[in-house]
């Protein structure tokens, strides 16, 4: 069985084509500027030299053809026609409180995820926009919407709602909803894997740190809280976005800076976090201006670590103890500093982890010692391959 | 036909705001004048986008990325290159008139235009060009930024498509668009003219100062300026104009104050010369006479 995995920006469009027998990726690329006459494709099948070029592509339809013609090219591709692709595997951010699982796409949930629009503006309409594109283009082959809120959906009333007027929560949908949950699905079924574990018996702690970030206690394989809230607003100080703020704070920033409702958000997520602190939004910048004594660069450096120490200590309490811990993305992956930093701290849960092994970059390993009470992880995380796994699971 | 061009004619306050807001959306702006604050429209902007960052509104990176998609030139043969045209130029027929049919000879004979005209008819000033039916009138109201709304009207025989193009133009800037009957001064200047007019003539009557009418009147009715500084940023020879027309076309009920003939005729514009029924600093920031008293 193949797998066609897209995942569609408002100017972009990633794919991956997977054999599932073993899950192997036969080819993989990217369309970045979409909308513009430079717009830059690469791609490459597996075991073939890499493809870029520079062409005008004016909208997805186009942008996806590409992509189709490149897998089925004699010289670059690796099937001979889109006959063999079995489904495509859809990447969409926002599933509301409608799904709670991957879907068979029809007419009924395309009129659903337009709907979804208002809660992920930035996200859901490129999304639906790549369903009808690869519609339009194989009106035969099935559609399945894999959804990044679908894992949180398991979380319990007394974490996802706010203490604000139920009627609220009735009338607007305002709830937590979390993010990155193909990202923490993948996460902590590998670290189960790799403990050698049945993921139903575990506690896991799963930390994606990107530019954004949140955490997730997944308890029993299902998630029972997680970081970001109603929008990726809430949570951890990311790259630009504030992270937990008293809402008290921005009434008053408003009032004080005669700021309206356009200006706030964009200075919360775009003005705020690392960048907000320290004025750059990069770790590797955060970590240059520590080595050079840049007192801001290591204010912003600890309250990145504080708080997801404190989230940690927060989601141990909230399942009742933790199994393992688990670093992904950018940030979790690449960057032994803030891993270092967190881990140290956490000896009150019996953390303990190899200094050597930490230094490791970009790769699946165990990073706590034989006598760590709690075990700690990196993963690589692999979104696309959790989208193949539900887009088959469906068919 | 996608739009990625757009042509703005005429860089006063209007042009310079649909300038800036078309290239925060991501189309690319000429920007065209034969007036001599062409010259500094791009500063202008580049000010305006300043106090955007200022107030968190947007980015560096992005205020260097909208004023990258402006560019600025006097030169109307760089009309052939466009794929939509918005003239924002001074209320008056024969400047338009020239100015369209300019344009029509230049352009490709599939580009829509839009005029910003609010006392002209679009019937009256779609009879001078050769494309008749692809003229649509948009009103964009300053601050074009940060005003939600636009009116819009057309000629009896706008066509359908054309009407499309400006509906999807305005909604990518992010409008509200608001179809009207063609009458001159539609609702927002027609609405706005007496409102202005009133307030003058209270303070003619020395019913109260200035500060004390505007006040009452914004707060009373929560406006984010008050007609007497929103005349000013618009140019009380602006102000002037549009009222004598409707005037004329209204009768007296628009005949201006006499106190906003005095200013004009001493220059005393508003906005563009510091002084009009307020004061402002070079950052166009209002101040009221008792500040500037102390300052001095």
Redesign the interface.
């Known amino acids: 069985m193949k797998i066609f995995v897209l995942n569609c920006g408002s100017s972009s469009v990633k794919y991956k084509l997977y054999a599932m027998k073993n899950e192997e990726v036969l080819a993989e690329g990217q369309v970045e500027r979409i ?1 513009q006459d430079n717009a830059v494709i690469s791609h490459q099948s597996r075991g073939k030299e890499k493809v870029l070029k520079t062409m005008s592509i ?1 909208e997805h339809t186009v942008a996806i053809k590409e992509s189709l013609r490149l897998v089925t090219h004699p010289e670059h591709g690796i099937i001979a026609s889109t006959d063999e692709i079995d489904a495509v595997g859809h990447r969409v951010v926002h599933g509301g409180e409608s799904f709670s699982d991957s879907v068979l796409i029809d007419e009924r949930i395309k009129q659903i995820l337009d709907s979804l629009a208002s809660l992920a503006p930035l996200h859901n309409p490129a999304n639906v926009l790549g369903i009808r594109a690869a519609e339009k283009i194989m009106p035969k082959t099935p559609q399945v919407a894999v959804f990044d809120t679908a894992f949180h959906a398991s979380i319990p009333p007394h974490a996802y709602l706010y203490a604000i007027p139920y009627s609220v929560y009735q009338r607007h949908k305002i709830r937590r909803y979390g993010f990155h949950g193909t990202s923490h699905k993948y996460v902590t079924q590998r670290a189960a894997e790799m403990m050698g574990r049945d993921l139903r018996e575990l506690k896991i702690i799963s930390c994606h740190l990107g530019n954004g970030g949140s955490i997730t206690a997944v308890k029993q394989g299902r998630s029972v809280d997680t970081s970001m809230g109603f929008t990726p607003l809430e949570g951890l100080v990311m790259g630009t976005r504030s992270g937990d703020i008293d809402p008290g704070a921005i009434f008053y920033l408003m009032e004080q ?4 409702l ?3 958000d ?2 919360l997520n ?2 705020s976090g690392l960048y907000g602190v320290a004025g750059v939004s990069d770790m590797r910048d955060i970590e240059n201006g520590i080595r050079e004594g840049d007192k801001l660069c290591q204010i912003a450096f600890d309250l990145y670590e504080y708080r997801i120490r404190k989230y940690i200590g927060a989601y141990t309490a909230a399942m009742d103890g933790v199994d393992a811990i688990v670093f992904t993305a950018g940030i979790g992956e690449n960057v032994p500093l803030v891993r270092k930093a967190i881990c140290s701290k956490l000896g009150f849960l019996g953390v303990k982890i190899d200094p050597e092994k930490n230094e490791k970059r970009s790769v699946d390993l165990e990073l706590s010692t034989p006598d760590s009470r709690v075990k700690v992880f990196t993963v690589a995380t692999d979104e696309e391959v959790i989208i193949a796994r539900d887009t088959a699971k469906i068919l | 036909m ?1 739009i990625r061009k757009v042509a703005v004619l005429g860089a006063g306050r209007l042009g310079r705001g649909i300038a800036e807001c078309a290239a925060h959306k ?1 189309y690319d702006v000429i920007l065209f004048s034969q007036g001599a604050r062409g010259q500094d429209a791009l500063r202008r902007i580049e000010r305006s986008l300043d106090r955007k960052l200022a ?5 560096e990176p992005e205020k260097r990325l909208i004023l990258g998609k402006i560019s600025y030139t006097l030169d109307l043969k760089e009309l052939s290159k466009v794929d939509l045209v918005v003239e924002a130029t001074i209320d008056q027929f024969y400047t338009k008139q020239e100015l369209l049919r300019t344009a029509d000879h230049l352009c490709r004979p599939d580009v829509v235009f839009i005029t910003t005209s609010s006392t002209l008819k679009v019937s009256d000033l779609a009879r001078v060009i050769s494309r008749n039916d692809s003229l649509v009138g948009l009103h964009f109201i300053p601050p074009v930024p ?1 005003v939600p709304v636009v009116e819009m009207t057309t000629a009896y025989n706008t066509s359908s498509a054309a009407i499309e193009t400006a509906k999807h133009f305005a909604s990518r800037l992010g409008k509200k668009v608001l179809t009207i009957q063609e009458s001159p001064g539609l609702v927002n200047p027609r609405s706005l003219m007496i409102l202005v007019n009133e307030a003058a003539w209270m303070l003619s009557e020395g019913v109260a100062d200035v500060r004390t009418v505007e006040t009452i009147i914004k707060e009373s009715w929560g406006m984010r300026q008050g007609p007497l500084e929103i005349a000013d940023r618009l140019g009380l020879d602006l102000v002037l104009n549009w009222m004598t027309q409707l005037q004329a076309e209204f009768g007296d009920r628009y005949a201006p104050c006499p106190l906003l003939r005095l200013y004009v005729r001493e220059k005393r514009l508003g906005l563009k010369t510091r002084l009009g029924f307020f004061a402002y600093t070079e950052d166009d920031v209002l101040v009221f006479e008792e500040e500037q008293e102390q300052e001095d």
Not at chain 1, 257 to 260: H, I, T
């Open positions: 909308g004016l800076e005669d700021l309206n356009f200006e706030i964009s200075m775009k003005h | 996608e991501g107030k968190w509104a947007i980015t940060s």
